[in-house]
């Protein structure tokens, strides 16, 4: 059975007390209709695993009420100015860290990194902040369908019927931008020695390299220096 759907404006003590309780909450972002959960949570964690059929390594990526928070959650490298999270964020960009936070393993998949973005939306942000902390959110489709835009309609297709609330605010910015082309959020990793592109977005790469213009990106270099660092990680007990 679908889960009960919400309008925006209606929906923040209920989606807040969803989540609260380990459940998950389809919610509108700037681009795709995304799952959400508390990102402490163990089970919830769990749960979105499972209702994406997820079985790849895949990390879920967090969403934090504030930028002066991240530091509470992530290592910020020392060559890193931190100045530049108040003048990126709240912005569709993640960055990818070291974790500080103990957060579940399987949200991270065992990789120990972990990529951090304060939303723009409206609805998403009032349950961020209405939380108080961290929430994992990912598209709401099921896994393995490749790079697809996920409206309302498709989240509640794949996975309406596996989550316990969804707010349904219509149709995302890049829903109304569909010659977009990137209706996903960037990715850069500061993992490394410098600022590294994952993953093109909905915020360009000229915008991010107004900020951090030694930003290097060449994806398959990427690719290959993170599978390298993934093989030279010795096994988790």
């Known amino acids: 059975m679908t889960a ?19 459940g998950l909450v389809i919610s509108p972002t700037t681009t795709n209709y995304n799952i959400l959960c508390d990102a402490t949570n163990v089970e919830a964690v ?15 990526p967090v969403s934090l009420p504030y930028p002066s928070m991240i530091p509470e959650f992530v290592d910020v490298p020392e060559w890193f100015d931190s100045s530049i ?9 993640s960055f990818v860290f070291w974790q500080r936070y103990p957060f579940p393993d399987q949200l991270t998949c065992g ?27 990912t ?5 393995g369908q490749g790079n697809v835009f996920v409206p309302l309609a498709k ?10 609330l969804i707010v349904d605010a219509g149709a995302t910015a890049a829903e109304l931008a569909p010659e977009h082309g990137n209706r996903v ?3 850069v990793d500061l993992t490394f020695d410098r600022p590294r592109l994952v993953r093109p977005g909905w915020v360009s ?17 990427y690719k290959t220096l993170l599978a390298e660092r993934t093989a030279a990680r010795p096994p988790t007990s």
Do not use: Q
Request: cysteine-free; hydrophobic content about 45%; overall charge negative.
């Open 155 to 164: 989240a509640i297709e794949d996975v309406g019927d596996r989550v316990d």
């Open 205 to 221: 790469l000229e915008e991010v390299r107004r900020y951090l213009p030694d930003v290097d990106d060449d994806l398959e270099a």
């Open 85 to 93: 999270f108040e003048a990126m964020l709240p912005g569709e960009v």
């Open 139 to 143: 598209s709401a489709n099921v896994s």
């Open 111 to 137: 990789l120990r990194t972990v990529a951090v973005s304060v939303t723009t939306h409206p609805v998403m942000r009032s349950m961020v902040t209405g939380l108080g902390g961290p929430i994992a959110a």
């Open 4 to 22: 009960p759907v919400v309008p925006a404006g209606e929906h923040l003590e209920r989606a807040v007390s969803v989540l609260e309780e380990g």
């Open 46 to 60: 769990a749960k979105v695993f499972k209702a994406k059929e997820r079985v790849k390594v895949a990390p879920l």
């Open 185 to 187: 959020n960037t990715i």
